[in-house]
């Protein structure tokens, strides 16, 4: 996504984020729910966490963009992660509301946005590039010592973008999304016509390929980048068509370990609003629905996990973070808009691509 499509109305104003900046902490209404990063009024980039209505608690700024995040399981940190090709990831303390840590990968490796914890908090994994070897790692910090590096293990593909632990506390799930980069070429895509994605599924404890699932070989350019488990066990994709901007291709499916992977179909005027781009995917509390956000098509599309058919669509300009509350979803634009259930207001931030939940609210 384009720099560009973040720039904020002017009528939200540099004033209505300092007024939250004064605001004492004890003011603010709720706990900290979700995280998210975003761009200010004034052009710095930060981090940001909301409380579980979408208001902003605080804010932490960061050298450059961010993008993913992960939550410790006891909610008590989250890593905020730079947008690919990035070198930095932040930690914050989401208690003391401050920013605690920082730390990179190694000189040859660079971060792709994404990452997730092992169930004891002990150990944060991060998807990487391995831009020399042309390999998607994962990279392996102990979160008790600083996040040091302790270790890395392939994702079996190239270009790794979202990773999840799946509900068994030791599963990976990977999407791969078969675009090969390099850093010196930072948003330069170097192998269009031979792309390979797949959503790869890995034993965390070895590195070991459970299961390596690609699509039909005539939707090689479709590149599979954001994830989600649903309530059944399976797993939700969404892609990025990389392919001629006349084809219609179907942007989402889920891989079942029983039944394969299956693409999803719907109407053509659905798949058409998407305008050939998933930016976030994201589960109901219950399991039982799927939204996948389209800040291109400007849409939030929910689809029934049981019959894998659509049951709403949302208009809504360029909404791409989403995440589940209670009943509902929150979703957040770049045009600094939070959708809350039926509500909408606008706040003085351009958020980026996502939302991340910290703990359950109500």
């Known amino acids: 996504m384009m720099l560009s499509r973040r720039q904020m109305l002017?009528?939200?104003?540099?004033?209505?984020?300092?007024?939250?900046?004064?605001?004492?902490?004890?003011?603010?209404?709720?706990?900290?729910?979700?995280?998210?990063?975003c761009r200010k009024p004034d052009?710095?980039?930060?981090?940001?966490?909301?409380?579980?209505?979408?208001?902003?608690?605080?804010?932490e700024e960061l050298d450059?963009?961010?993008?993913?995040?992960a939550v410790s399981p006891d909610a008590g940190k989250a890593v905020v992660f730079a947008r690919r090709p990035g070198r930095f990831a932040v930690v914050l303390d989401l208690a003391r509301r401050e920013r605690v840590a920082a730390f990179a990968p190694p000189e040859d490796r660079r971060f792709a946005g994404h990452g997730f914890?092992?169930?004891?908090?002990?150990?944060?994994?991060?998807?990487?590039?391995?831009?020399?070897?042309?390999?998607?790692?994962?990279?392996?910090?102990d979160a008790t010592d600083g996040f040091r590096r302790i270790g890395e293990f392939p994702t079996h593909g190239i270009g790794p973008h979202e990773a999840l632990l799946l509900s068994d506390g030791r599963t990976a799930a990977v999407a791969n999304g078969g675009i090969l980069t390099h850093p010196d070429f930072p948003r330069l895509d170097l192998n269009i016509p031979t792309m390979e994605p797949s959503l790869a599924l890995i034993d965390i404890?070895?590195?070991?390929?459970?299961?390596?699932?690609?699509?039909?070989?005539?939707?090689h350019q479709l590149s599979i980048r954001h994830i989600a488990e649903a309530g059944d066990g399976s797993v939700w994709f969404g892609g990025q068509y990389e392919g001629p901007k006349t084809d219609r291709v179907p942007l989402v499916g889920s891989l079942h370990r029983d039944r394969g992977l299956t693409l999803v179909e719907a109407d053509d005027d659905i798949y058409a609003g998407m305008n050939q781009y998933v930016g976030s995917v994201a589960v109901s509390r219950d399991g039982a629905t799927v939204a996948t956000t389209s800040p291109r098509g400007g849409c939030v599309v929910e689809w029934d996990v049981a019959s894998l058919a659509p049951v709403r669509v949302r208009r809504e300009a360029d909404a791409c973070g989403v995440a589940p509350r209670s009943v509902d979803f929150?979703?957040?634009?770049?045009?600094?808009?939070?959708?809350?259930?039926?509500?909408?207001?606008?706040?003085?931030?351009?958020?980026?691509?996502?939302?991340?939940?910290?703990?359950a609210e109500g």
């Open 10 to 37: 002017a009528a939200t104003g540099a004033g209505v984020l300092a007024g939250w900046a004064r605001m004492p902490l004890a003011a603010a209404d709720g706990a900290p729910a979700f995280v998210s990063c």
């Open 117 to 141: 914890f092992q169930p004891d908090g002990k150990v944060l994994y991060a998807t990487e590039n391995d831009f020399d070897g042309e390999r998607g790692m994962i990279g392996v910090y």
């Open 205 to 219: 404890a070895t590195g070991d390929l459970l299961e390596n699932a690609v699509l039909d070989p005539r939707l």
């Open 330 to 359: 929150l979703v957040s634009t770049g045009s600094g808009h939070i959708l809350a259930g039926e509500e909408e207001r606008a706040v003085a931030l351009a958020f980026d691509n996502h939302l991340m939940r910290i703990v």
């Open 64 to 69: 450059a963009r961010g993008h993913g995040a």
């Open 43 to 59: 052009g710095a980039f930060a981090a940001v966490v909301l409380d579980g209505d979408g208001r902003i608690l605080f804010t």
